[in-house]
């Protein structure tokens, strides 16, 4: 059973997916369904004893196509539809106990190589209307599986968040011609307090408005809007600054960083391709939670200044 | 330290509150904030050695009144503000080890009635546009006292998950002259499958488009905007319907259910009040994350039917 279902309080789209209840759980070592198949009698989800990077379809996918047939509700304020879309898995390293972070860099420059490839194939595909590249990282994040994956979500509409995102990002340039993030990112660089690391062609940030402590943006100066537009030097860059984002979370506090990462990325010209890393500790030892202000009413609670969290991922690089 | 800062993404304002980051975090029960002070060398925030219910102004507010100053940044997508507003505690017993399931019908009833005095107060005051109360209970929503209480948050601005209900409500109320809750409820009533509990004035449920999978929302059945136009009659309909939720959220699992409790109302023609539970389990060993999809692009995935959770709460009564 899964369909979407219309929420029209909030106008957004639930995605209702019961066969996920059942889904893969901290399996032991030994059963990981993201490994290498050694032994054809335990085969994996990956039916090879050696690979680089592997890219498949969930087995407990919200989203598939077909999607399952839905009974459509007769008003306009109950709306229901099929969940239509895709949902892959795209695991980094058949190594079980490897990390993004820990990844060299030539394979992190495969990486980036592989989502251009996925974002091309998924956004073109009919009924596509938004892909997003993500990775949750850490039991602290819910992820049930600890072998080093990220996934990939094809909605067959603009999510919500989304929405809100390419509407600022519209208004912005129609209204000045420029797009939002050129603008802000000037306002970031003539300040300079914010920025954590910089390159030819990258530049992260814990930005002036951020709802969590550590959070990092990693953004293109260039007014580049998706992977696509993408050329090696410039995917290679990227893949460096991801590893270096990665790298500098897990020194900070002296512990593998659990994080959301979101690749953020559009077609249009007023949009700017983006790099999102939300890591849920607000200091060493305690959680940032949302409650009450946050996940009734959208309001964030940030316990912490940007100008003073950003100079600590500045320092916090680890040797080479 | 402490100002709002404009998402100009999200377009939503952050509230930072960097001397929160020092607030009380896990004091032993001997030394609770929240309990009578019982020993003068020892006070705690209630002067008091006897009480009923409590209300104070959070000693580490987000908000405050006056609030500190702030420098304004130049340009229309860097904004800042003052955090002007209130902060209240709300101390439902003195009883450290209570919950609010376990309080008397008539102290869940006279905590209504504070609920409506410190609304009728705080809506009234100048540079106040939204007044949310509500509570969040248990570790895994980063409770750090657990002493039962609540918290009313009065905003200088409208919220911006509140902004889309009102914006939602406002046009299907100018759409079709009846509040969206209204047609919506019709529809719950006539299914029936998803109603957990009802009486004389109050309805509560799973709704259809539920994003949590024992999320329960309590309406009253008549179009009332706010604690404010209920009687009596209905004050005590609102308690009984309220500690009913909270224990059968108790009995689902058999342990002390966590929840974010929140209470929506706006005094307009076209909203109604609304009381929801958010509970973040979504089995009884099993929590709901908010993951990429969810934190992200603002999609949740539900791993239930509300269908089958709902008719779950139905029997989940307590034997008075």
């Given at each position: 059973m899964s369909e979407l279902r219309w929420h029209p309080f909030l106008q957004e789209w639930t995605i209702t997916a019961?066969?996920?209840?059942?889904r893969t759980f901290f399996p032991p070592d030994d059963f990981c369904p993201l490994c290498p198949t050694r032994d054809s009698n335990q085969p994996t989800e990956i039916p090879r004893a050696h690979f680089d990077i592997a890219v498949f379809e969930n087995?407990?996918?919200?989203?598939?196509?077909p999607p399952p047939a839905v009974e459509l509700e007769p008003n306009d304020f109950v709306m229901t539809r099929p969940s239509s879309g895709v949902c892959e898995v795209v695991v980094y390293t058949p190594e079980h106990h490897a990390t993004l972070a820990g990844l060299s860099p030539r394979k992190v420059e495969a990486l980036c190589r592989v989502w251009k490839d996925r974002y091309a194939d998924l956004i073109s595909r009919d009924g596509i209307e938004y892909v997003y590249i993500f990775e949750n990282k850490g039991k602290e994040i819910g992820?049930?599986?600890?072998?080093p994956h990220g996934q990939i979500y094809a909605y067959p509409f603009i999510p919500r968040t989304i929405q809100t995102r390419l509407e600022s990002e519209r208004m912005h340039f129609e209204k000045t011609g420029r797009q939002l993030a050129h603008d802000w990112l000037n306002f970031e660089m003539q300040d300079?307090?914010?920025?954590v690391a910089e390159s030819e062609h990258f530049i992260t940030l814990v930005p002036y408005f951020a709802r969590y402590p550590y959070e990092l943006h990693i953004l293109p100066k260039q007014p580049i809007p998706t992977l696509l537009q993408m050329n090696d030097a410039c995917l290679d860059a990227l893949a460096r600054a991801i590893l270096d984002a990665a790298q500098r979370l897990d020194a900070l506090f002296g512990f593998s960083m659990p994080y959301i990462m979101s690749l953020f990325q559009h077609p249009t010209d007023f949009t700017r391709f983006e790099v999102e890393f939300l890591p849920p500790y607000r200091t060493k030892h305690k959680l940032k939670y949302l409650a009450g202000s946050e996940a009734g009413c959208g309001v964030f609670i940030n316990d912490t200044l940007p100008e003073n969290t950003a100079p600590q991922l500045r320092g916090a690089k680890p040797s080479p």
């Open positions: 019961t066969h996920r209840q059942d087995r407990f996918p919200s989203l598939c196509t992820v049930t599986l600890s072998h300079g307090r914010r920025i």
